[in-house]
């Protein structure tokens, strides 16, 4: 009985053009990877997908610095960080990010997990008990979402980016703790959220600001420390969520806040407290990646990965005038996460299709991961890809773009 009625699911998923699929990589995480498709062969092809912003992944120092973790600590952890899975790496990597978010959150300590998932539930859950109401931003992240639906705190949500909305929100609201939490960059958008505006309003209703930064990390920011050095924000009231798996090109993810807050969560967070802690080798190769993030290297990248940037919508916005035609629309965003939205589930996956028949792989990105007739392309940059690069994706575009025009004329 429950197969058929899985069965009966998984047929009303398909009818709506939203299956999704697993793919094989053969080669590690780079613009131009080795990939099985549905047929099970091996290919190359031009990725525009992965959130290795920096494209760091591959990078042999990282490769190398895994390779000596593995000989100095072995495997795995063995135990949760308060049984015995905390290692002397482990220490390091929080220690240097307590030191690097010290100018923008005073008395920062940091506490490392293995997934940003898990740190979002660990921070949404333990400090979202029956006395605080919560205000969740609309386009949050799935794992912000679920934090609030396991907390025991009341939630409140507001529009994207709706400042004013919020506001009213928060003097109307009683609760005795209140926590506003939003991504920093929005993982399907690509646009960064207000966060001055945002923490001026915490400092008005004494409330606290929980930032996901899993987009921001590495990526924005002089050094590369992501959206509060961005803005240049600091306060006590921030709780910084950052993801490792993403342009720091490894694995974790962390929390960054006033040193009561690490405490509280080391004490009474579920998804800390009963969770394997990392792999220390892993934990020793984070070191190489902050390292390679805040120098030089790093700095050479963000700033190739924003004229990438420019060069992908202005090449964009270029097709959108010539096909006026097509529904299809570029989303803002100064970001590397750049979405093309073209509207219909099927339409998307056509596209999406098309450009992997030619070598090229952007996901299409459908509801309920975005909003219904809002499917879009994602297309993600790497500061790895070439001019060439984008230049071969927009020129697949083009030819797209002109036959989807005069297919619907
Ligand atoms: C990817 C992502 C996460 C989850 O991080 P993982 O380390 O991949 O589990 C959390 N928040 C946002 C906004 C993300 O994009």
Known sequence: MLIEHLQSKLRAIEAQSLTRFLREAESPTAPHQTVRGADGLPRELLMFCSNDYLGLAAHPRLAEALA?????????????????????????VTDTLA??????????????????????LAVVTALGDVETEIFSETLNHASLIDGSRLARARTTRYGHADVAGLRTLLAASTAKVKLIVTDAVFSMDGDIAPL????????????????????GFGVLGRKGRGSLEHFDLCSERLILVGTLGKAAGLAGAFVVAHETITEYLLQAARNYIFSTASP??????????FDLIESEVGQQRREHLKALQLQLAQGIKAILKRHRGLPWRLAPSETPVRPLIVGGNAEVMQLAARLEREGLRVPGIRPPTVAVGEARLRITLCATHTVADVDRLLAALETAAADMERAAA
């Open 99 to 120: 030191d690097w978010f010290s100018p923008h959150i005073p008395k920062a300590r940091a506490l490392g997990f293995c997934t940003g998932y898990m740190a979002n």
């Open 280 to 289: 220390p080798a892993v934990e020793h190769a984070l070191l190489t990646s």
């Open 68 to 92: 000596e973790g593995a000989r100095l600590y072995g495997g795995g952890s063995g135990a949760s960080p308060l049984v015995s899975g905390h290692s002397v790496a482990h220490r390091r």
């Open 196 to 215: 001055p505006a945002l923490l001026a309003l915490a400092e008005e209703f004494d409330a606290w600001l929980i930032v996901d930064d899993a987009h």
